[in-house]
T-cell receptor
């Protein structure tokens, strides 16, 4: 079990550019989540997939954000026309959907928008 | 909507001593789960311990234990025999087991420093 992986670990971009992040969940997990964490705060939920279906989206997920999980495996999170307020750590987590629904997190992608 | 409150932004403890981190939550749900996660500096979030709301017995994982008071909506974490590696941000989190929503709601965290 290799755990949840995310790529890239760090991304610096200029305002107005598009960025895409990738998350590979634990292989047998059918649920995948994206969270955003800003400095000094707890993670905030963005969106959730069960297999390839996106079942829930937060109001934090503006029209500039889109997430996909083709074939129910890895997921991508794209931010279009980035703004300085998008600077944050983007965390991915996965769960098996059974038991206590505990979620296992990846190392995150730190986005800095200049 | 559920809320999770951690009232202690920072705490410190001497190595080998015991420390308790507080967490309260608000929900109208009857079935839910509570978690404590640890986030070491510049490292990823790690699950420390979980508690099912329907279980009266407090969860224990080695040096980590919880005091779950359902009526008071309180869920504190006790760390015994504190070690330098326990230095981290600790987040209390809530998830409802009903209504098909599986998002975790986190508190703002408590920064714990273990002093040699």
């Amino acid at each position: 079990d290799t755990g949840v992986s995310q790529d890239p670990r760090h991304k610096i971009t200029k305002r107005g550019q598009n960025v895409t992040f990738r998350c590979d969940p634990i292989s047998e997990h059918n649920r995948l989540y994206w969270y955003r964490q800003t400095l000094g705060q707890g993670p905030e939920f963005l969106t959730y997939f069960q297999n390839e279906a996106q079942l829930e989206k937060s109001r934090l997920l503006s029209d500039r954000f889109s997430a996909e999980r083709p074939k129910g495996s890895f997921s991508t999170l794209e931010i279009q026309r980035t703004e300085q307020g998008d600077s944050a750590m983007y965390l991915c987590a996965s769960s098996s959907g059974t038991g206590a629904h505990e979620q296992y997190f990846g190392p995150g992608t730190r986005l800095t928008v200049t | 909507a559920q809320t999770v409150t951690q009232s202690q932004p920072e705490m410190s403890v001497q190595e080998a001593e015991t420390v308790t981190l507080s967490c309260t939550y608000d929900t109208s749900e009857s079935n839910y789960y509570l978690f404590w996660y640890k986030q070491p500096p510049s490292r990823q979030m790690i699950l420390v311990i979980r508690q099912e709301a329907y279980k009266q017995q407090n969860a224990t994982e080695n040096r980590f234990s919880v005091n779950f008071q359902k009526a008071a909506k309180s869920f504190s974490l006790k760390i015994s025999d504190s070690q330098l590696g326990d230095t981290a941000m600790y987040f209390c989190a809530f998830i409802s087991s009903g209504a098909g929503s599986y998002q975790l709601t986190f508190g703002k965290g408590t920064k714990l420093s273990v002093i040699p």
